[in-house]
């Protein structure tokens, strides 16, 4: 075993707190990960009950069952394509790229429920950014701060997403602010895991290669441009 003091027993130290914070990333995930699965399998059990039903009628209407198993057929396909989608949160594909507006929207779509049953609202400012980062750096890293942003405050605030570029390199920033919303405050429901942790952030963020700018209500990732798709 690597001496701890050593490079090599630093590094082997690093990959431990990386996993650590994945694995802590991933738990929090699950909840809104099996949301998702769900809903995209439910139509076509619900379609598959339909057509059983109507196979058993005593003068089935064939024309019409046939009609709703090539729907059953699209509806899988659908589904089996949101499916894959979703695992690969656990297991992303190599050399991914994405732009930061589809990037957003990916990291949205996952989070907003649980955010807004936490009390929170989201705002994304990043449409028309073409700009393109690894899929990792934002399902890993934007996530995670997103939680450890939201995971430090007691009550309801507005999440601000927005990106860009900065001077002449490819070089995505990415900006996260908490704006206190109108109202009284409210109880933020429990994690489904624990918190989120800046140090979770940071580990994530080393692994990505992305560098991280944090205060109390604001958050700012400069990732390295997008690896060539596979």
Not at 151 to 180: F, N, W, Y
Not at 219 to 224: D, G, H, R, T, Y
Request: glycine share 6%; net charge negative.
């Amino acid at each position: 075993m690597p001496n701890p003091t050593s490079p090599a027993g630093q590094a082997v130290q690093d990959l431990r707190i990386e996993e650590a914070a994945r694995y802590a990333l991933l738990r929090r995930l699950t909840p809104a990960l099996r949301h998702h699965l769900i809903g995209a399998l439910q139509p076509v059990g619900m379609l598959a009950a339909m057509l059983e039903r109507r196979a058993q009628a005593a003068q089935p209407d064939m024309p019409g069952i046939q009609k709703k198993c090539a729907d059953l057929g699209q509806l899988s396909r659908e589904a089996t394509a949101s499916c894959v989608d979703l695992i690969s949160w656990i297991s992303p594909k190599t050399a991914d790229s994405v732009s930061a507006e589809d990037g957003i929207k990916e990291c949205l779509s996952v989070l907003e429920t649980d955010l807004a049953l936490r009390g929170f609202s989201t705002v994304n400012k990043s449409a028309g950014q073409t700009c393109t980062l690894a899929r990792s750096a934002v399902r890993n890293v934007l996530t995670a701060a997103l939680l450890a942003l939201t995971d430090s405050v007691q009550s309801p605030h507005e999440v601000v997403l927005s990106a860009g570029t900065e001077g002449d390199l490819v070089v995505l920033s990415l900006t996260l602010t908490l704006k206190p919303r109108e109202g009284e405050p409210m109880a933020i429901a429990n994690h489904a895991y624990r918190a989120m942790e800046w140090d979770d952030v940071l580990a994530l963020a080393r692994s990505e290669s992305v560098e991280v700018e944090y205060s109390a209500l604001r958050v700012k990732l400069v990732c390295p441009p997008g690896p060539e798709s596979e």
